[in-house]
């Protein structure tokens, strides 16, 4: 499993430019099978049926393994590929694109396609998010209640992730902590309690972090 990636919000979403009055409807959407990706695809084409083009492209795996650019009736290269880049250059998996084209009457060029494809692409990632999701280990952190008020306040003000805790006999935190850092947590907690905690590794998880797009 990797450490952590970057992909689109998992609401996905669109937005919407306008080119020398040619319509260019971005939608995105977060995806981990090409079954799941040619689905989305079909419902856009089916939502936008009366549209000039419906260009795609999506990015798949753990490996980017699964990498494919539709330019659905637009001069080969123009759509699908500028499409697929930004998603390379944003290194984003797991995510597809439709660029969805209502012609305006004037006509771009092979330039001003690979631009305006290119832009929609960039566009409807900022419009949805970025999010980074981070590996994480789940930690159980048992002690006394004479440890709560000191180990709560430590840990919220902490970087770790303090994800519930339970009122039982005694005290349960249950923390994630970031892929690799497990063995110092450990170390704090001991040393904080003086040696009192029982800690348990309990799992892994994938944490969703949001994140700003920044590169075109």
């Not at 992909?7 to 977060?30: W, Y």
């Not at 994800?163 to 249950?174: A, D, K, Q, R, W």
Request: with cysteine.
């Amino acid at each position: 499993m990797l450490t952590n990636y970057y992909t689109v919000n998992k609401d996905g979403g669109s937005h919407e430019i306008v080119i020398q009055k040619s319509r260019f409807i971005g939608t995105i959407k977060r995806v981990e099978t090409e079954e799941e990706a040619q689905s989305f695809i079909q419902e856009m084409k089916k939502k936008y049926h009366d549209a000039t083009h419906n260009c795609s492209a999506y990015i798949i795996g753990e490996h980017d393994h699964i990498q494919k650019a539709n330019d659905d009736g637009e001069p080969s290269g123009t759509a699908g590929v500028p499409m697929l880049e930004v998603l390379k250059k944003q290194n984003l998996k797991d995510t597809a694109v439709v660029v969805t084209r209502y012609f305006g009457g004037i006509k771009l060029g092979a330039g001003g396609l690979i631009r305006a494809y290119g832009s929609s692409t960039s566009e409807a990632i900022k419009a949805v998010g970025i999010i980074k999701r981070q590996l994480m280990k789940g930690i159980s952190i048992t002690v006394d209640y004479a440890l709560l008020g000191k180990l709560e306040n430590e840990l919220r003000n902490s970087e770790h992730m303090l994800e519930t805790i339970h009122y039982l006999e005694n005290i349960e935190f249950i923390v994630y902590v970031e892929d690799g850092l497990e063995t110092a947590f450990q170390k704090w907690m001991t040393d904080l309690t003086n040696g009192q905690a029982v800690i348990q590794a309990i799992g892994e998880k994938y944490v969703e972090i949001e994140v700003e797009s920044t590169k075109e």
